[in-house]
């Protein structure tokens, strides 16, 4: 499956322009990732595509049983080919599964998922509504501020950057990075 690909099955599950936003920002994230930890073009792509589609059925099936997210995404998109580490990285990237995270990818996906969703909800708080005005310096600020974008696990941004052995600052200096590559995309 290719980028482009991913990004079509993206638009014919979900609706939400939110959603749609916060997995494409994923999928840059990870691509980034890819680049950063010296992978070829190829998995730059595998890695690109599991972020996309990490929350496909997120939407429709928002119920955390076996019958729900994010099994329902992995059967479908096993039956499009998709290779088993993103449908292992996309199960253990939600922790309710309990699946283990032991590929880099499945590491990264977790690490990146959070982090860029609090990441466009800083933007979006902005005068300008976009990535120019986030920084290191704000989005730490923000993090700190419990009340701010609660639903966002702070211990979940914590525990990924952890286990890529990435201090938190440069983590997130990562993640804003390659989302500014991708911002017109984005719209940020
Ligand atoms: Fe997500």
């Known amino acids: 499956m290719t980028p482009s690909e991913a990004k079509n099955i993206l638009d014919e599950w979900v609706v ?3 959603l749609k936003k916060h997995m494409r920002a994923v999928g840059a994230a990870m691509r980034w990732y890819a680049v950063f930890f010296g992978q070829d073009e190829s998995t730059q792509d595998r890695w690109e595509v599991a972020g996309i589609v990490h929350d496909l059925d997120w939407e429709k099936y928002p119920n955390l049983s076996a ?3 994010p099994y329902v995404a992995v059967a479908f998109l096993k039956t499009r080919g998709l290779d088993e580490e993103s449908c292992q990285a996309i199960l253990a990237h939600a922790s309710h599964t309990g699946q283990p995270r032991q590929t880099l990818m499945a590491k990264t996906l977790f690490a990146v998922d959070e982090l860029a969703g609090f990441i466009v909800a800083v933007a979006l708080i902005k005068p300008e509504k976009n990535l120019s005005a986030v920084d290191v310096a704000s989005v730490t600020r923000r993090l700190a501020e419990k009340r701010f974008a609660a639903n ?3 211990d979940e941004i914590i525990q990924g950057a952890a286990a890529l052995a990435i201090p938190l600052e440069e983590h997130i200096a990562h993640v804003i990075d390659a989302m500014r590559d ?6 940020l």
Do not use: A, I, W
């Open 67 to 69: 019958q729900g997210h």
């Open 16 to 18: 939400n322009p939110n």
């Open 152 to 154: 966002v696990n702070r």
């Open 182 to 187: 991708y911002r017109t995309d984005l719209g």
